[in-house]
Structure formats: structure tokens, C-alpha cells
């Protein structure tokens, strides 16, 4: 006969942890070894009174599947411990709770070995779970006004995690903008300068997988939540493919959490601004914006020109002229990965065939990649092209009429004007005979428009292929 413990209202946290121990070793012996290891290893006991105890799971997902198999079994534990039945209370373990538990652990992991420890914090460790990029670095990353304020901060945060006022950062723009380039440079910064302990770099997709096999492939809480934990730099890129997944969501934000109490530093990208990513939950949302959220934009000429020149310095296609980068900076305009993307093709052209490039023999190379070459896009082709694709005029585009059917192709006009052409925004505004205010005006609100309607989207991308 198992032997009841002796416990009082003042002690119930011991109580509840000595409770649990012995329902435990009484569980272990009638529930399936892999079963056990599955679920009861993240199980804690909260507290204890005479005719309740609470249990605390990690997070809804565990709670509702110990709830629904395993809830008599445990009743029956309690039973048998203290030779009568009580009620067990189940519930998942808000972000404090797992602070406490976390730092706990964390005490004894430190306390265990100190000669040890010691050794191992003079070592900065970067956990990743594929191989950084080693040309992702500051240096090689070519600051301009379109990514100037997402470069500041991401040095600032490499430079001195915990100090700053940037926790998370949000880094987001379009595909081939940086984001990643970025995110990794903080690694390499403070891996090569030591300015932390431990470095943690995931794509979302990749913790969603680590999250599902803790779940289903009998991972021990304690290591899946140990990785991050530890980390004093968290580092996630595309937090979008999180959308729609609760129970992920649910974890992520837990971690979360717990890592921003601690004062850890959180770096997050995505392709878009977090408000417009639908399916993620608002409470994470919201603790997006208590840091910084940064974009990258597309880069203007000037930019682009400064790219292939610092691509083309002691590369292999180092033997581009001025005249051939300058044709490519010119008009390859969507984004950085296409413009390495153009230079290295026309270096495998050049070794292939042995021939010097020039401008020439670059515009039939990338025929297929560069279209309308001798067509610059201007704003007045842009009002041409939306003036036809939504049947009104020129004059119209640019007159003070505020008509809907006239306000919507205008603000396309100049979604498109500020989207492939470098002019400013007052150069934009005055092509419309509107101010600068309203120029942003009407930007937000087309970026707007464009997440939700399908039709607009079509039609502006349309418009878009005609004029590239």
C-alpha cells in the first residue's frame, strides 16, 4: 500500500510538487512508457488544498488531450496516494507560470557544474537548424534610404542586445528586400564579437515542425522549451507561415513571452506589416508593437547602382563594365535577389562562351529577364496604362475631381509611380497636382485595398506586366 503524505494549507506548493511525484511513480507503472514520456514530462503541479489539486499543462493542445484520456487515471493516482478522492483541476499554464518553471531549471542547470558553466559561457553557441549563410553579413549589405532604418536597428541590436529599446524588432518587406541577409548578420555580428552567450535562428516553418514533433514524437518539454530558453538572441524569420496555426501560435507566443520578461532579444521578419498578416492572433500582434517595426523597400537607382558595384568588387563577374552594371541597375527594379540573380547569368554567359559583355550583348543575354529596355518607366506611361486598363483619361487622373471612379485608378497611379519609379513623393504629388500628405494618404490606402481585394489586385498586377 502506497504511504499518504502529510501536507497543510501553508506548505501547498511543496505539497503539490511531493503530491505529483508520488502520483507520478504510481502513473508510470499502468500507463504505456511512450505514452508517459509524451504527456506527463511537461505536467506541473501548481497547488494543493484538502479537496482540490492543480495541475498546470504548457499550453491548450497538451491540456485538452491529457483532459480527455487521462483525466481518470490521474483521479485514481491522487486516490492512491492520499487514500481519498479530490477533485484535479487542469489548467494551461499562462506565460508567468513558465517563467517561474524556466527559471527554475535554469537554476539548477547553472548550480549543477560551476567550473563547467563558467567554461561554457565564454563560448558564444549559434543554434541553427540549417547552416548560416557566411555573405550575409553587415559589411556586404549595402545600406540605402530604402532599408537605412532596418539596418540601424539591426546593428543596434547586434551591437547590444538587452540595451536597447528595440525588443522585438519587426523587420518586413517583399521577397529578396534583405530581410533574411539581415537577420543573419546579427548572427554573424555577435557570434564574431561575443556580445551574447547563445544565439537561436529558426524559420517559423521550422518551429512549427520542432513544435509538432515535441507533440507527436515524444520530445521532452523541458529540452523543446530549454532551446529557446536559453537564448539570448531569438531570431525568426518569416513569422507569416504561423498564420492559422492556434496551437503553434499558442507556443510561439508563450516563448515569447517569457524571453521579452527576461529581457531577451527577439528579431522577427516577415513579408509584410504584422497587422496586414490575417490568421495571426492579435495578442501577439500587440506585442509586436511595443518594439520597433521596421520595412524594407525597394531599392531606388542609386541603391541598386551601389549593389552590383559592391557584387561585382572581387567577384567572379568582377569584369563588368561600368556601362553593362549601370544598364542593370537601370532597369532591373524589383529587388536585390534578382539583381545578383542577373549579374551572376551574365557571367555565366561570359565564361561559357569567353566573350566580353557589353551593354549590347547584355540586353539580348536578358532579353527574357528585362523587358521594354528602351522604354524607362515614367509616371506619364504609369497614367497612360491605368487611364486605359480602368477606361478614363489622363486629364481626369490628374484633375481635383474626388469621384470614385476616378479616386481608385488615381491612387493605383500612384501605388505604381512609387512602386517602379524613383521619383520622390512630391515629385509624385505634383505629377497629380496633389500634396505630399496626400500621396501617403493614398498609398496606405491602396496597400490596404490590395490585401483584401482580389480584383484590384489583378488588375494593378496587370497594369504592372504591361509596363516592365
Known amino acids: 500500500m502506497t504511504q499518504s503524505i502529510l501536507v497543510t494549507p501553508n506548505n501547498t506548493s511543496m505539497a503539490a510538487e511531493s503530491l505529483w511525484t508520488q502520483c507520478l511513480e504510481y502513473l508510470s507503472y499502468r500507463i504505456p512508457e511512450s505514452a508517459f514520456n509524451t504527456w506527463f514530462s511537461s505536467i506541473r503541479a501548481i497547488s494543493y488544498s484538502s479537496d ?26 491522487m486516490a492512491a496516494v492520499l487514500g481519498l478522492r479530490i477533485e484535479v483541476e ?32 565564454s563560448q558564444v553557441v549559434v543554434d541553427v537548424s540549417t547552416p548560416l549563410n557566411d555573405k550575409y553579413s553587415f559589411n556586404s549589405f549595402v545600406i540605402g534610404d530604402c532599408n537605412q532604418l532596418a539596418h540601424a536597428a539591426c546593428m543596434a541590436v547586434a551591437q547590444a542586445p538587452h540595451k536597447n529599446n528595440f525588443n522585438p524588432l519587426v523587420i518586413y518587406g517583399g521577397t529578396g528586400m534583405g530581410k533574411t541577409h539581415l537577420l543573419q548578420a546579427i548572427a554573424h555580428f555577435c557570434l564574431e564579437n561575443e556580445t551574447v552567450r547563445k544565439i537561436v535562428y529558426r524559420s517559423s516553418e521550422e518551429f512549427t515542425r520542432e513544435y509538432i514533433e515535441y507533440v507527436q514524437k515524444i520530445k521532452d518539454s ?3 522549451y530549454q532551446v529557446y530558453n536559453d537564448a539570448d538572441v531569438l531570431l525568426i524569420d518569416d513569422i507569416q507561415f504561423l498564420a492559422g496555426k492556434h496551437s503553434t501560435q499558442d507556443e510561439f507566443f508563450n516563448i515569447f513571452s517569457v524571453l521579452q520578461s527576461l529581457h531577451k532579444q527577439i528579431v522577427i521578419t516577415s513579408d509584410r506589416p504584422p497587422s496586414a498578416i490575417k490568421g495571426l492572433h492579435s495578442r501577439l500582434l500587440s506585442r509586436f508593437d511595443t518594439g520597433l517595426i521596421a520595412d524594407l523597400q525597394p531599392p531606388n537607382m542609386e541603391t541598386r547602382l551601389a549593389i552590383v558595384q559592391k557584387k561585382n568588387e572581387g567577384s567572379a563577374y568582377s569584369f563588368l563594365t561600368d556601362e553593362v552594371l549601370y544598364y542593370v541597375a537601370n532597369h532591373v527594379t524589383s529587388n ?28 539580348q543575354i536578358l532579353g527574357d529577364t528585362v523587358r521594354n529596355v528602351d522604354r524607362p518607366i515614367t509616371i506619364n ?12 483619361t ?21 501605388h505604381l509611380a512609387r512602386k517602379l519609379t524613383d521619383n520622390s513623393l512630391h515629385t509624385i504629388g505634383l505629377a497629380f497636382g496633389r500634396d505630399y500628405s496626400t500621396v501617403i ?16 489586385r489583378d488588375r494593378v498586377d496587370r497594369i504592372q506586366r504591361s509596363l516592365v
Open 90 to 121: 487542469f489548467t494551461a499554464l499562462p506565460g508567468a507560470a513558465i517563467l517561474e518553471l524556466y527559471e527554475a531549471e535554469s537554476e539548477v542547470n547553472n548550480s549543477s557544474d560551476s567550473s563547467d558553466n563558467v567554461s561554457a559561457r
Open 52 to 77: 482540490k489539486v492543480v495541475l498546470g499543462l504548457p499550453n491548450n493542445f497538451v491540456l485538452e488531450y491529457v483532459t480527455h484520456h487521462y483525466r481518470k487515471p490521474i483521479e485514481d493516482g
Open 441 to 456: 494618404h493614398s498609398l496606405k490606402k491602396m496597400e490596404s485595398l490590395l490585401e483584401t481585394d482580389d480584383l484590384l
Open 381 to 392: 506611361r504609369i497614367i497612360d496604362s491605368v487611364a486605359g486598363e480602368f477606361s478614363t
Open 394 to 414: 489622363n486629364t481626369l487622373l490628374t484633375s481635383q475631381t474626388r469621384k470614385k471612379n476616378v479616386a481608385e485608378p488615381r491612387q493605383v497611379a500612384m
Open 336 to 363: 536585390v535577389r534578382e539583381l545578383e540573380g542577373t549579374l551572376i547569368k551574365l557571367s555565366a554567359y561570359a565564361s561559357f562562351y569567353n566573350l566580353p559583355i557589353s551593354v549590347e550583348i547584355a540586353k
Open 222 to 224: 523541458r529540452t523543446f
